[in-house]
């Protein structure tokens, strides 16, 4: 059974910098698409960036510039440097593993940007 846990979230003040992790147990195959989803405080959950096997990274337009997501296949691991970080930023920050059969989430790790 695959299971993805995230690690990286916690406190920072505006203008720092934090760096999410995601791994991937119980599967010894990679996966097609690996993303990081946010969801705000009576927000809906909105795509982050994400990642391709063989193509580019697309972000939201709200983090273009500030954060980078990069994967590790060999790892099955997936992560988001987040710099300049804005108080808007503040949400839980969900990993998404996407493969033929199987979409899986992470459990979620709070991010909080104070000003």
């Known amino acids: 059974q695959v299971r993805l846990v995230e690690s990286g979230g916690g406190l920072v003040q505006a203008g720092g910098s934090l760096n999410l992790s995601c791994a991937a147990s119980?599967?010894?195959?990679?996966?097609?698409?690996m993303g990081w989803y946010r969801q705000a405080p009576g927000k809906q959950r909105e795509l982050v960036a994400r990642?391709?096997?063989?193509?580019?990274?697309n972000y939201a337009d709200s983090v273009k510039g500030r954060f980078t997501i990069s994967r590790d296949n060999a790892k099955n691991t997936l992560y988001l440097q987040m710099n300049s970080l804005k108080v808007e930023d503040t949400a839980v920050y969900y990993c998404?593993?996407?493969?033929?059969?199987?979409?899986?989430w992470g459990q979620g790790t709070q991010v909080t940007v104070s000003s």
């Open positions: 998404n593993f996407v493969r033929r059969g199987g979409i899986y």
């Open positions: 990642v391709t096997s063989g193509g580019g990274p």
């Open positions: 119980g599967s010894d195959s990679s996966f097609n698409v």
